[in-house]
C-alpha cells in the first residue's frame, strides 16, 4: 500500500501464493521510495502504457537513477515535487501451481476412430518469464489486475490448449501411458504460453475417464476387434439376441445364458468364408442356435439336439400351461443295438428319419436316444 506522506510505495502482505498486486495510490511524487521484494518486478504503468520495470531492491524515484521517469515527470508540469498519475503493479516472478479439468471429446483407438467422451484433470507448475511480453499479451487485455484474474486466465488457457491437443489423440494412448502423454502434450502447448511471456515448468495428467457405456463399447472392441472388424460385429449381433431373449416373457433365464457368449462367439469364428459360399449354392433349413450349449438345430425345434435343453419357444410354453399330472407311460421300445439310427422315436412316436443321424437327444421330447 502506497504511504502518501512519506512517500513509499511496497507490496503489502504479500502472500506465497500472490501473483500479482496493484499499488491503491496511484499519485505519485517525484521523490517517492518503491521498494520491489525478491523474485518480483514492478512495473510503471501510465495511461494504459508500460512505460518502465523496476527489479528487486529498494529505490528512489529521481530522474537521476531512473532515467526513463524524465517523461512522466514532463507531464507533471516539469521537475517540481509535484504528484503525478502512475500505477505501479508488482509481479512475482516465483513458481507457482495450479490445476486443470476438461471435458471434451476424443478418438477411441486406431482403427476405431470414433469420438468418445473424454474427461480428464491434472497439475502445471508456471511462472512469468517476459514481464513486457505477458503484460502486452495478458495483462493488457484485462480490466482488473489481481492474482484471481490471472488464475482464471492460467486456468482457461491451459484447459483450452489441451483440449486442442488431446482431441488429436487416442483415448487408450493417453490412458494406457499417463506419464508420456502428459510430457507429449506439454512439449506440443509449450510455445502457447511462451507467446504469452508465461514459462510452462511442468504439467501432468493425472486421471482420463469417459462414460461407463463408452468404456464398455472400447472394451468390447479391443477384445473381440479383428482385421476387418467382423467379430466385433458378431459380438454386437449376439449380444442383441441375448437382450431380445431376456426381455420377453419368461425369458429372463434365457436371456442369461446367452450372455455366455464365448462358446457360441468361438463357434461363429471358426465358419469360414469359404464354407458359407459352399452351402449357399444348396437351400437348407433355417438353423437356430441353442442359447444353452450354441448348438445349431432345425427351426422350429422344441429340444437341443446337443443338450436336451428346451428352446424358448418350447420354455415359454410350459411357463404358460398349467402343470398336469399324467398317467405313468408305457415303457418305450428298446433302442437298437449297436446305436442304430432310429427313424421313428421309440418315446413320442416322432418321424426322425429326416436327420442326417440321429441325434444324442430327440429334439421332440428331449429323451435321450443314444
Known sequence: MAEKKQNVVFWKDQGPDDIIYVSPDDDLRTITSVTVPEHSVALFIRDGQLQGILEPGRHVTTSSNIPWLTALYNKALGFRETPFKCSVVFISLKIFNGKWGLRSMIKAAKEYEVPITLMANGDFQFRIQDVNVFYTQVLGGMKSYSTGDVNQFMKSFITEQLTQQLNSQYYMDVMSNLEKASTSTKILIDPYFQQRGIELLALKINEVSTTEAEKTKVFEYLQFSSANGEAFKRYEVMDRMADAIGDSQGGAAMGAGMLLFPQMYQQLSQQSVQGVHQQAAAPQAQKVMCP?????????????????????????QQQAAAPVQSAPAAAPAAAPAGGAAFKICPYCGQDLSGLKKTPKFCPYCSEQLV
Open 292 to 316: 444353452y450349449c450354441g448348438g445349431l438345430n432345425d427351426y422350429p425345434y422344441k429340444f437341443c439336439g446337443n443338450c436336451g435343453k428346451p428352446s424358448p419357444m418350447m420354455q415359454n
